[in-house]
T-cell receptor, first 115, second 113 residues
Framework: EPEVTQTPSHQVTQMGQEVILRCVPI?????FYWYRQILGQKVEFLVS????????KSEIFDDQFSVERPDGSNFTLKIRSTKLEDSAMYFC?????????????FGPGTRLTVL | LAKTTQPISMDSYEGQEVNITCSHN???????ITWYQQFPSQGPRFIIQ???TKVTNEVASLFIPADRKSSTLSLPRVSLSDTAVYYC??????????????FGQGTTLQVKP
C-alpha cells in the first residue's frame, strides 16, 4: 500500500535556526497538508496546499512558516527562525481529491526539538 | 464545522466489543462523519466514514441514527493493539472545502489483557 514518508524522523535544532521538514506524499495525490501535535495535545492544522499554492492556513502558520513543492515528489515545510514553542511532532498528509471528507493519509511524523 | 463531543477515555478488555459515541448536535446537511485512529508517536489513520445509517468495513462499524446528531464507532473484539486515540470529525463534502481536518481531544482507548 502506498504511504506518505517524512524525513527526518527526529530533528534537533537551536532556537533561531531554520529547519526544513520534508515529505513525500502519495504519488497520485494532489492535495497536501501539514499538521502539528505538541506533546500531550491535539493534532492542529497548519496549512493545506493545492495546485502549487496555499489553499488555507491556520493562525499558527505565520510568516515564519512556508511550504513548497520544489519538484514533482517532495513537499516541504520550512520554519525560518525556530522558537522553543515550535517543538512538536509535525505530520504531513496527502489526499487524492481534497475536501475534509476525502481520506487523508498521514506520514509517520517528524519530531522537532528546539533547544 | 460542527463541534464534536466524545468521552476523554475508555477502558476495555481483549475480546470485548467497544462502542465509542460522538455527539455532533449542530451537524449540517452536507456534513459527513469520519473517524481516525492514532497510535502513540504516529500520524492519524483513517478508519471509517459515513453519512447515515450504518457503514461497515474490515476494521469497524459506524452507526448513525436518523437525526445524525450522534454517531457510534464500534470495534469488534478488540485486542491490545487497538489501544489508541480515536477521533470523531465532522466535515462538509464539496470541492470548495480546503480539506482542513479539525481534531478534538479524541477518546483514548486502553485495552487491557
Amino acid at each position: 500500500e502506498p504511504e506518505v514518508t517524512q524525513t527526518p524522523s527526529h530533528q534537533v535544532t537551536q532556537m533561531g535556526q531554520e529547519v526544513i521538514l520534508r515529505c513525500v506524499p502519495i504519488s497520485n495525490h494532489l492535495y497536501f497538508y501539514w499538521y502539528r501535535q505538541i506533546l500531550g495535545q491535539k493534532v492542529e492544522f497548519l496549512v493545506s496546499f493545492y495546485n502549487n499554492e496555499i489553499s488555507e492556513k491556520s493562525e499558527i502558520f505565520d510568516d515564519q512558516f512556508s511550504v513548497e513543492r520544489p519538484d514533482g515528489s517532495n513537499f516541504t515545510l520550512k520554519i525560518r527562525s525556530t522558537k522553543l514553542e515550535d517543538s512538536a511532532m509535525y505530520f504531513c498528509a496527502s489526499s487524492e481529491v481534497g475536501g475534509s471528507t476525502d481520506t487523508q493519509y498521514f506520514g509517520p511524523g517528524t519530531r522537532l526539538t528546539v533547544l | 464545522l460542527a463541534k464534536t463531543t466524545q468521552p476523554i477515555s475508555m477502558d476495555s478488555y481483549e475480546g470485548q466489543e467497544v462502542n465509542i459515541t460522538c455527539s455532533h448536535n449542530n451537524i449540517a446537511t452536507n456534513d459527513y462523519i469520519t473517524w481516525y485512529q492514532q497510535f502513540p508517536s504516529q500520524g492519524p489513520r483513517f478508519i471509517i466514514q459515513g453519512y447515515k445509517t450504518k457503514v461497515t468495513n474490515e476494521v469497524a462499524s459506524l452507526f448513525i441514527p436518523a437525526d445524525r446528531k450522534s454517531s457510534t464507532l464500534s470495534l469488534p473484539r478488540v485486542s491490545l493493539s487497538d489501544t489508541a486515540v480515536y477521533y470523531c470529525l465532522v466535515g462538509a463534502h464539496g470541492s470548495s472545502n480546503t480539506g482542513k481536518l479539525i481534531f478534538g481531544q479524541g477518546t483514548t482507548l486502553q485495552v487491557k489483557p
